[in-house]
């Protein structure tokens, strides 16, 4: 029986032949995430803005608009009002009152009345309170574990291969993060702790898959010590798309799932990775690698004086 072989055996994609077309697009892309990400602003959660979070599931459809009213007439401050895995399940994010817990459970206790009075059959699944200061370490720390995760990969990549690798790793993971946080900006998806932890499994997953294909690149270096740097970088990544691929389908696979299927709790995560496997993928090919060309990265940049005149095995 054959094996199936997703990626036949003897591919040869020119890879670097778009590479400048692609750098010009993924500055396009980073760019404009980024911008619109500091002008619009991310739809952070009660995890990072503080405020309650009261869950509502309802006997029957409900019309969002009506509720809002509703909740409104409470003068309780701006509402936000979102539907939540259905028609019969909605998200009432309301900011925090002065006063403490006492006046956040009286702010929840009649919610719960005003809703089940309009709303018979109505039930409240949860109540959630973050003060203020508790959000505010939970933003900053935040912030800093996706920083000193890609600081920490960068220099682990700089000892454990040269600068230039180290480099294109920080470069790659940027643009991975400015990528899904511009996707976050634009959707207003909420941001909240599971979207962070959706953060830092991309910057592992892009480091995974970047490291993968360095240490090729790395042993073609010393192996085709006269080959062009370019036909070199191009036999690298196609030793390595097999891999590259059957890895990228088979977690996207079961990350669609859980989008299509999955509770909506953990939504914002599943697609937040989702989303960075795929851009993962496509920066690992076309960031990661072309960034040692553009660095000057040559096929005897690491070689000892005395191994530059070895002659080299002929490229297979």
Do not use: C
């Amino acid at each position: 029986m054959k094996l199936l072989k997703l990626v036949p055996e003897n591919t040869n994609i020119d890879f670097m032949r778009w590479r400048n077309l692609a750098l010009v697009l993924s500055l396009i892309a980073t760019i404009s995430s980024v911008g619109y990400t500091v002008y619009r602003g991310l739809n952070l959660g009660v995890d990072f803005v503080g405020g309650q979070l009261i869950r509502v599931s309802f006997a029957q459809p409900v019309d969002v608009e009506q509720l809002r009213s509703k909740v409104d007439s409470m003068h309780l401050g701006e509402a936000s009002i979102t539907q939540f895995g259905g028609p019969k399940s909605f998200q009432i994010r309301l900011p925090k009152p002065p006063g403490g817990d006492a006046a956040a459970n009286k702010v929840a206790t009649s919610v719960k009345l005003e809703v089940e009075k309009d709303y018979p059959g109505a039930k409240i699944e949860s109540v959630d309170t973050v003060s203020g200061k508790v959000s505010e370490e939970l933003a900053d720390n935040s912030a800093l574990a996706i920083a000193f995760a890609m600081l920490g990969i960068a220099i682990y990549i700089w000892f454990r291969f040269e600068w230039q690798f180290g480099v294109g790793a920080l470069l790659t993971l940027a643009h991975d993060i400015a990528m899904t946080l511009g996707f976050f900006a634009f959707t207003r998806l909420q941001v909240d702790l599971n979207v962070v932890a959706a953060f830092l499994t991309i910057v592992g997953y892009s480091l995974n898959d970047t490291v993968v294909i360095y240490d090729r690149i790395r042993e073609d270096l010393r192996k085709y010590r006269r080959m062009a740097i370019l036909p070199l970088i191009n036999l690298s990544l196609n030793e390595t798309l097999a891999r590259t691929v059957v890895t990228s389908l088979t977690v996207l696979i079961a990350l669609g799932v859980l989008m299509l299927i999955g509770p909506e709790v953990i939504f914002g995560l599943a697609i937040a990775i989702f989303l960075g496997v795929l851009i993962g993928t496509y920066s690992s090919i076309y960031i990661s690698a072309p960034v040692l060309v553009w660095l000057g990265v040559k096929p005897d940049s690491f070689l000892k004086a005395d191994e530059k005149d070895v002659p080299e095995p002929e490229a297979a």
